[in-house]
């Protein structure tokens, strides 16, 4: 990396030049440095970045994100070279479940319809009936015939959301995302009362006594609807602070507060470590060199692409939930 660019803009001009010469496309989520996003052929969260896998003509996807959005890509597009910057770029909410405990859990609980949130294991796809974003979870569950029971993982938070939005009763596994679990609701009841006219706006993933407090419930790019649309001036955001940068473009002049963290780190907002880890020196060595690749054996592949794609079928019109 020494020999690389110190500036950020010439080292985008050379990525810009390989995404040429390699038919290569960039595919950011929301959460990444602002310079990636700034080199990205598109910018999106997970329902957003899934349709862009599944449309793509690249002969490379370079997925700049983390390990199971990368992984979706390639069960989209086995052709394809897909490329992560970093494969230390994992998921909390991913780890929390194993295949083996989650194949367990299923046989346990037999007759069920299995939804798995996107954030997830290729394994724990493949044991699924359908996969499902924040974007499209409640459209995906109000699928589900109602004499049908159901079983939602990984994470308990959206699913106690969805069970309170559709009226079904899920059995749920019990895991969380540290990052939209690290919100300080002592912190974020003071800054609404420095800002008493701020609209708080918050992911789904958080913890049920913030979404109570929510003004707005949603997907990243709901999120970012919401606030470039809404006549309020002031918001406080609960999710990954990347979003900010995406923001300060769709919703100028608007003051955006990031929802303080229990963490006290510089920004004073929560952030994605695993996100993080990709660098735009990452991404440029990563297409210079076309590795780190990301593989996945035939027969998982198939197995997981199946839930993956009744969920793009279902997701013409993703729905969100706004609340007074």
């Not at 479940?97 to 796809?125: L, M, Q």
């Not at 939209?180 to 003071?190: G, M, P, R, V």
């Amino acid at each position: 990396m020494n020999n690389l660019p110190e500036k950020n803009e010439e080292l985008g001009r050379i990525i810009s030049q390989l995404k040429k010469e390699k038919n290569a496309v960039i595919l950011a989520h929301y959460y990444q440095e602002p310079e990636i996003q700034d080199v990205a052929d598109f910018v999106g969260d997970s329902l957003g970045l899934s349709q862009q896998a599944a449309s793509t003509s690249a002969d490379i996807i370079v997925f700049a994100g983390v390990h199971f959005m990368a992984e979706t890509a390639k069960i989209l597009n086995p052709d394809k070279i897909v490329l992560l910057p970093d494969l230390n770029a994992g998921c909390s909410l991913a780890d929390s479940c194993s295949r083996e405990e989650f194949k367990a859990f299923i046989d346990k609980h037999p007759g069920h319809v299995v939804v798995t949130y996107i954030n997830c294991s290729a394994e724990i796809k493949a044991l699924s009936d359908i996969v499902c974003t924040s974007s499209n979870a409640v459209q995906i569950i109000n699928s589900i015939p109602a004499d049908k029971s159901i079983i939602f993982a990984p994470d308990r938070n959206l699913g106690k959301y969805l069970m309170k939005t559709t009226g079904r009763d899920l059995l749920l596994w019990d895991g969380a995302c540290e990052v939209h679990e690290a919100f300080s609701l002592e912190k974020i009841e003071q800054l609404q009362h420095s800002h008493p006219h701020a609209k708080l706006v918050a992911h789904p993933e958080s913890d049920a006594r913030l979404l109570a407090r929510a003004h707005f419930i949603g997907s990243t790019t709901a999120m970012i609807q919401y606030i470039k649309n809404n006549s309020a001036r002031e918001f406080i955001v609960a999710t990954e602070a990347g979003i900010l940068h995406q923001l300060r473009t769709d919703a100028p002049g608007k003051l955006v507060i990031p929802a303080p963290s229990f963490e006290a780190n510089a920004c004073a907002c929560s952030e994605c470590r695993y996100m993080k880890l990709n660098t735009l020196q990452k991404l440029y060595l990563c297409l210079k060199n076309e590795s780190p690749e990301i593989l996945i054996t035939e027969p998982l592949r198939v197995k997981a692409l199946s839930p993956i794609q009744r969920m793009l079928d279902l997701s013409v019109m993703p729905r969100e939930t706004a609340l007074s």
